[in-house]
């Protein structure tokens, strides 16, 4: 698999705060994707990213931003928490041939 | 819009049994197929890529094929493990490449010693 980590594994975090969480890939792939997974729900697109400085929005999008200023890097901002935010996270990554790889998962609380 | 239906929602099976995981999609039109497995509280782990000129793909004990006329796909799993106890996922890609992939919502196996 490809090397993704994901920072921070677990946060607790009051409603109202700004919440960023991290991934970051060591294989130079060119996509990079935010998902997050919720009971009844499955896996969801939030944001995703086809290069650097190059995002767009997925299917879940209101409420979080996305920044990528480096092929490594790819950051998913929660400008303002809501409880309904309160998910697991996954980051992905693939290259050409779309293959997805995913990272460990944040698991965010918001109280 | 990408429907993705797996059926069972959960399946129970001694060891050594050869199973079977069902994927259906309501758009023919994919560019193509992966297939996961997810353990609790980890990431998903990706096991078969199937591109859409493909019919299967085979890995050590997995074998993924792909029927585009019908929507669907197969997941067969030879002679389970305890250790393949886990929840499986499909997920669909659309023609364009890295757009919007589409979940199916899992397999959850159980295989008994």
């Known amino acids: 698999d490809a090397g993704i980590t994901q920072s921070p594994r677990h946060k607790v975090t009051e409603t109202g705060t700004p919440v960023t969480l991290r991934c970051h890939q060591t294989e130079n792939h060119r996509y990079m994707y935010w998902y997050r997974q919720d009971p009844g729900h499955g896996l969801r697109l939030i944001h995703y990213?086809?290069?650097?400085?190059?995002?767009d929005k997925g299917e879940v999008s209101d409420g979080y931003s996305v920044s990528r200023s480096k092929t490594e890097d790819f950051l998913l901002t929660l400008e303002s928490a809501t409880s309904s935010q309160t998910s697991v996270y996954f980051c992905?990554?693939?290259?050409?041939?779309?293959?997805?790889?995913f990272g460990p998962g944040t698991r965010l609380t918001v109280t | 819009k990408q429907e993705v239906t797996q059926i069972p929602a959960a399946l129970s099976v001694p060891e050594g049994e050869n199973l079977v995981l069902n994927c259906s999609f309501t758009d023919s039109a994919i560019y193509n197929l992966q297939w996961f497995r997810q353990d609790p509280g980890k990431g998903l782990t990706s096991l078969l890529l199937?591109?859409?000129?493909?019919r299967e793909q085979t890995s050590g004990r997995l074998n993924a094929s792909l029927d585009k006329s019908s929507g669907r796909s197969t997941l067969y799993i030879a002679a389970s493990q305890p250790g393949d106890s886990a929840t499986y996922l499909c997920?669909?890609?659309?023609?364009?490449?890295?757009?919007?992939?589409?979940f199916g919502t899992g397999t959850k196996l159980q295989v008994i010693p």
């Open positions: 997920a669909v890609r659309p023609p364009g490449g890295y757009q919007k992939v589409t």
């Open positions: 992905a990554t693939s290259s050409g041939n779309y293959e997805q790889y």
């Open positions: 990213s086809y290069g650097v400085k190059d995002t």
């Open positions: 199937i591109q859409s000129s493909q």
